[in-house]
């Protein structure tokens, strides 16, 4: 089996968030860049194959500040090929990457074949409606399964994959999948392997990056961002201290001036 | 009164002397042959220079081998093994003493120095430690059998099952057997010094109404079944416990006396094969006594996890024995081959259980490292990626932001926002102490009350300080000993380049994990820059009077050491004079000093899970030890994880309000007059 980890890399909310001058874009300047979650899980249900059945693992992600770190990672945790696609790109149009993406995958393989499983993260931070997987799947022509939990080969039929995805109130769904396809994956079967330090540092000895260009051709009008800011203060919480009896007064008096209380 | 003298060989036809010859020649190549054995599974380890010099290493054999010195906190066990050991070491002499008087001196030269009163007190010392022998033999009997301890049950002895009991039945059978062949020669030649041999004399009342013949046939059985003993003792030393005299001697001597707690610097990969120790550490391991002392003070063990630090050390030097006697060919992972893994030995469980509080290893009375064997296994496991969900999650944490809470490290210093001075920025002006903070005393909120206690201090005593700010990564002590080697270079490689930036004279720490990386983990690259626990500074600023505690604590406080201050650092005066500074009486929990009791942080512990089976976590056992100690109030620690474990067990046993867990800097900040407490 051949599968492909598409990465996207997000900027990193546990650092603080900056805007930008333009007051459209993030302050990238300010901002750390990591993959994605959802990409994280991705990589993980990959190598998860490439344990069990054995496959191909070969992850690439369009340019991004600390994009290297990422893929060093990926390449330490057992990825074959790490592939980086220049240029970086500016906003947030699920529908260029895709296109970018697309080119990649006919420039990797032409027209994917049988054994060949494309994998995203199912949504990212700064895609929530998870459109990359689904976008790209429509511009190879490719049958796409989002929000999967698992995935695992058809055992005796070449070709095909059971996926599990996952509904809203407990629900899941098991599906037959026939190769190749665009699989958004929602979380790993297990959480992210951990690798030591020292592969990562082995990975990045070796240098093993590749690197391609694919200049992105911008066609029709995407949604375009007006301003991004900060959510406003709207309400506060208040914070009661003091023994239990203040509490309770003090809970009383909020029930009284909201008119619980009578 | 005729002359006293020896005769050796009395009533031994000669045969029987060549036989005795023959057996003990027998006895002696089955030992060495054994002795070769061991040396060989020794020299299959990996190389490792020894440290001090010949006389240090001397002077340790004597304390600690000769006189068991590590023993001296346990009355009944010294006793008992002293008696042991130097009873059956002086019979041993005596009988070699005899051997060269008779078949030496006396068949070569026809000169006998083992004659009047030389003689007399020859005979007078070997009852009396023939005595000392079968006193310090019942005592093991009464240990073993009767008052079974749970550290002397062995699980996995690396040699036979029923070892200890067959050593102990063949040692009284020496003893007895001798005393025997003594009371029936004294009866049968009935010299008039006959008393000197106090026991030997007092036995041979017993043979008296027997006739001669009866008691020379009686004699000549009881000496070969005491040849025979001795010889079957002598040769099944190597193949028995009994070998920890020469294996235990060995590994204190090339025990380094150094605190404990000394990790391998140079094997990254760690353990995968037996073969991948030191040959010290297998040495140690072949040195193990069964005596189970590590197993006693260990806090893992004493939670009921599967952790014993003495099975693991049985357990690994059985593995040690099983591959140096296979006829497989060595292979070592370092040139290629695939040795097995130690995985069947020593189970993940076991090794995640180690808080590393190196509690084991300064009970070992023959200087077992077993905190370092278990991070060499870890160092495999972290490559194999076999670790627990939540440390890896940590690790991960760290890799990217420095710190184990996942926070940005730009984060790192906004604890000091609630101060009204400015810490003033190490990398940007010289200061004399260099505030090296820690991730705990940085990120945990309620520690973070704890630095600034620390940082309104050192401000109220003008001490010139300053911190890293945001280039202060974690020090990676723990990181270290949850064997993520990598990780802990890079960390320390960071930490290293911020430090070289500044400008400083010495370095303070609040966390002794901080302490100990920096002291002793980073100390070849840190040239010699003195680093101190925030009690020594402390106590300095007390004796100078540049602090001035004006409000006694006039309360009943008990110390908790903390691991990497006391035990790996020998940091123990500091705190309680700073206490005692304070106006608090100190009183000692029984588990004090070096012998303090873990509470479960170290190694790692912190970032995982408990196992479900745990009977009491090691910090709910030691704030229960600290509330039964007699009018205490407060719990005082001096290391952030400390804090947040003990105030947490406070908590879930229900003694949160009989005892208060406080850190010595908040005690101190109490004592202060109100403008600094005030000062925010």
């Known amino acids: 089996m051949n599968i492909i980890v598409l990465m996207k890399m997000v900027p990193d909310v546990v650092e603080p968030l900056e805007i930008a001058e333009d007051g459209k874009n993030l302050d990238k300047e300010a901002i750390r860049m990591m993959a994605s979650e959802s990409s994280e899980h991705a990589l993980e249900q990959a190598l998860i194959l490439k344990d069990s059945v054995g496959a191909e693992v070969t992850v690439a992600a369009i340019e991004a500040p600390e994009l290297d770190d990422a893929l060093f990672s990926a390449s330490a945790k057992g990825a074959v090929r790490v592939i980086k696609i220049t240029p970086e790109q500016d906003g947030l149009r699920a529908d260029i990457s895709a296109s970018v993406l697309k080119e990649f ?61 996952e509904y809203s109130g407990g629900l899941r769904g098991e599906y037959e999948v026939a190769l190749p396809a665009v699989v958004g ?72 001036q909201n008119g619980i209380l009578g | 009164m005729e002359e006293p003298v020896r005769q050796t060989f009395w009533n031994v036809p000669h045969w029987a002397e060549i036989a005795q010859y023959a057996g003990g020649g027998l006895a002696v190549i089955i030992f060495l042959y054994g002795l070769w054995r ?181 004699h000549f059985v009881f000496w070969s079944a005491h040849a025979v003993l001795s010889f079957v003792f002598i040769a099944a030393i190597p193949y028995s416990k009994a070998f920890h005299m020469v294996s235990s001697a ?28 030191t040959w010290r550490q297998l040495i140690q391991f072949d040195g193990c006594t069964w005596c189970g002392r590590c197993q006693d003070v260990c806090p893992a063990h004493a939670a009921g ?46 090794l995640w259980g180690c808080t590393t509080c190196a509690a084991c290893e300064n009970e070992c009375p023959v200087f077992i490292q077993q905190p370092r064997a278990l991070i060499d296994m870890r160092r495999h496991l972290v490559i ?14 760290i890799t990217r932001y420095g710190n184990s809470f996942g926070q940005s490290d730009r984060a790192r210093s906004k604890w000091t926002q609630g101060l009204d001075f400015k810490l003033k920025d190490a990398r940007k002006e010289a200061v004399e102490y260099l505030w090296f903070v820690g991730d705990y005393a940085s990120y945990d909120a309620r520690v973070q009350e704890v630095s600034r206690a620390v940082a309104r201090l050192f401000h109220a005593a003008g001490l010139d300080f300053g911190i890293l700010n945001e ?59 003195e680093v101190v626990h925030y009690t ?41 004079k700073v206490l005692r500074a304070l106006g608090a009486e100190v009183a000692e929990m029984p588990r004090t000093r070096e012998h303090s009791f873990c509470c479960g942080a170290g190694g790692g512990r912190i970032w995982m899970e408990d196992s479900p089976d745990t009977k009491e976590r090691p910090a709910d056992s030691r704030i229960r030890e600290a509330a039964a100690v007699s009018g205490v109030q407060v719990l005082a620690v001096a290391c952030p994880k400390d804090l947040v474990m003990f105030q947490d067990a406070a908590k879930t046993t229900g003694f949160e309000d009989k005892i208060a867990v406080k850190d010595i800097a908040q005690l101190f900040l109490e004592t202060l007059n109100q403008e600094v407490k005030d000062e925010q």
């Open chain 2, 38 to 218: 061991h040396i060989k599974r020794w020299k299959s380890g990996r190389s490792e220079k020894l440290e001090g010099t010949f006389g240090h290493r001397l002077t340790l054999l004597v304390k600690y081998g000769l006189f068991q010195g590590r023993l001296s906190n346990d009355a009944q066990s010294l006793l008992m093994h002293l008696f042991i050991f130097w009873g059956m070491a002086v019979l041993a002499l005596a009988t070699a003493i005899a051997t060269v008087d008779w078949d030496v001196a006396h068949l070569l030269f026809d000169y006998q120095f083992l004659k009047g009163n030389f003689y007399l007190v020859y005979e007078l010392g070997a009852d009396l430690f023939g005595l000392f022998l079968v006193i310090g033999l019942c005592i093991a009997v009464i240990r073993r059998y009767i008052q079974r301890p749970e550290k002397l049950a062995t699980e996995n002895p690396p040699t036979f099952k029923i070892d200890s009991g067959a050593l102990l039945l063949m040692l009284l059978g020496i003893a007895i057997t001798g005393f025997i062949v003594e009371a029936l020669r004294l009866a049968s030649m009935k010299p008039d010094w006959a008393e000197w041999a106090f026991i030997g004399y007092a036995l041979s009342g017993l043979f008296g109404a027997m006739s001669i013949d009866s008691i020379e046939a009686s």
């Open chain 1, 185 to 256: 994956i929602q979380a790993a079967e297990q959480p992210s392997r951990y690798v030591p330090f020292a592969k990562i540092r082995a990975a990045m000895k070796s240098g093993s990056i590749e690197s391609t260009e694919i200049t992105p051709e911008v066609e029709g009008r995407g949604v375009e961002i007006a301003r991004m800011y900060v959510p406003e203060v709207t309400g506060r919480a208040e914070m009661i201290e003091g023994d239990p009896e203040t509490v309770a007064a003090r809970l009383i008096e909020i029930f009284k």
């Open chain 2, 536 to 576: 020594e500074v402390l106590e300095q600023l007390v004796s100078e009077r540049k602090l001035e505690p004006s409000r006694p604590l006039n309360a009943k406080v008990t110390f908790h050491d903390p691991c990497y201050l006391g035990r790996y650092n020998g940091v123990y005066a500091s705190p309680r």
């Open chain 2, 384 to 397: 194999e990626g076999e670790l627990g969900d939540t440390l890896g999650e940590v690790l991960m944490k």
């Open chain 2, 305 to 350: 996890w599967r952790l014993s630090p003495k099975n693991v050390v049985l357990k690994l030097n059985a593995e040690s024995g099983r591959s140096a006697g296979s006829s497989k060919p060595e292979n070592k992972s370092d040139n290629g081959g695939t040795p097995e893994g130690l995985g069947d030995v020593v189970s993940a469980e076991e």
């Open chain 2, 471 to 529: 280039s202060e990564k974690g020090t990676g002590n723990d990181i270290r000993r949850v064997g993520e080697e990598g990780l802990f270079d890079m960390l320390r490689e960071k930490n290293l380049k911020a430090l070289s930036k500044a400008k400083y004279k010495k370095i303070v720490t609040t966390d002794p994990h901080t302490y100990n990386a920096l002291k002793n983990d980073y100390a070849r690259d840190m040239d010699g820059v």
């Open chain 1, 105 to 165: 995958i006919k420039q990797e393989c032409g027209s994917p074949g049988s054994d060949t499983l494309i994998f995203t993260g199912s949504q990212a931070i700064d895609d929530l409606q998870g459109e990359l997987g689904p976008t790209l799947a429509e511009q190879l022509g490719l049958p796409f399964i989002g929000v999967v939990t698992s995935i695992k080969p058809v055992e005796g039929e070449e070709g095909k994959v059971t996926a599990i995805k």
């Open chain 2, 250 to 277: 060995v590994s204190v001597y090339t025990g380094n006396n150094i605190p404990p707690g000394r990790v391998s610097e140079d094997n990254e990969e760690g353990v995968v094969g037996i073969t991948d120790f």
